[in-house]
């Protein structure tokens, strides 16, 4: 899909794949904003029940799953379940699934949880909604890294983790 991300128009769902929950945000590729939008549990499995919800409420041209590298870039157990729940993702709802290197998201998401709590924005029982947080800078970074891709120009596109 080398050029799949410069024809992406409309509304994209991300997720921060986890072991017990799986963060979700939903943005826009118009105004180039993301926000956090809901954290599913995991049990054994994802509650594919919900994400079908989501994904047939907000229609996405596109779903972004963020990837847990190594510090080095490398591939990590982690990075090939979420590999595996993008592959899942795709096959179920016949979107293009992409991904996005989501090295720092968790800490990002633990400063900006921080922040809201100073400002009374949310309290300690929001927590989980971390992992939403998390979702939703990697659609940020995704986003902003896509804006400055100029259309059609495939040599100047942004690297992408490669696909193991």
Do not use: Y
């Amino acid at each position: 899909m080398p050029d799949e991300a410069d024809k992406l128009t409309g509304t994209l769902l991300a997720f921060d794949f986890g072991h017990r929950r799986i963060g979700v945000a939903v943005g826009q590729t118009l105004t180039g904003s993301a926000n956090p939008l809901a954290v599913i549990s995991k049990t054994n499995t994802p509650d594919w029940q919900a994400i079908g919800r989501l994904v047939k409420e907000w229609k996405p041209v596109a779903m972004v799953v963020g990837l847990p590298l190594a510090a080095d870039g490398g591939e990590t157990d982690m990075s090939k379940d979420a590999r595996s729940f993008g592959a899942e993702l795709a096959e179920r709802h016949t979107i293009p699934v992409l991904f996005e290197d989501e090295r720092l998201t968790s800490f990002s998401a633990d400063q900006r949880f921080s922040a809201a709590r100073a400002q009374g924005g949310m309290r300690r029982k929001d927590a989980a909604m971390k992992d939403a947080m998390a979702a939703q800078i990697i659609l940020e970074n995704w986003l902003q890294k896509s804006s400055q891709t100029a259309p059609g120009d495939a040599n100047k596109k942004r690297p992408t983790p490669k696909e193991g």
